[in-house]
């Protein structure tokens, strides 16, 4: 089924940005949705942002709002997160995922699919 690939992670400082990409080397992805998971203190993976198949429908975790901005590319089978006004609480792996659904859900078992994570570390 092929595989996702995520990059762009890194260490930054409070207030900085990144911008996190996904490749995608699976025969569906331009027909399900997909999200960004990460998986901080927690120590269980929060749902970050969901795309829907044509990027059209779109949806935030509360804490990101304003903040992430997810896109996606079914062309170049990649997805991106832009991450600005970083806060410590961002900090943690960041895992791409496609869904089995057409429209993101929250629910990660609602997601077959899932790269190996890229770390994100927001220092103060």
């Known amino acids: 089924q092929g595989q996702l690939v995520e990059s762009g992670g890194g260490s930054v400082q409070e207030g900085e940005s990144l911008k996190l990409s996904c490749e995608a080397s699976?025969?569906?992805?331009?027909?399900?949705?997909m999200a960004w998971f990460r998986r901080g203190p927690k120590n269980e993976r929060e749902f970050v942002a969901g795309i829907s198949w044509n990027g059209v429908m779109v949806d935030y975790a509360d804490t990101v709002k304003g903040r992430f901005t997810i896109s996606r590319d079914n062309d170049k089978k990649t997805l991106w997160l832009e991450m600005v006004k970083l806060m410590p609480e961002d900090t943690g792996v960041y895992y791409c995922?496609?869904?089995?659904?057409?429209?993101?859900?929250?629910?990660?078992?609602?997601?077959?699919?899932w790269g190996q994570g890229t770390q994100v570390t927001v220092s103060s």
């Open positions: 699976t025969t569906t992805f331009r027909s399900f949705a």
């Open positions: 995922a496609e869904s089995t659904l057409a429209v993101p859900h929250v629910e990660e078992r609602h997601y077959d699919q």
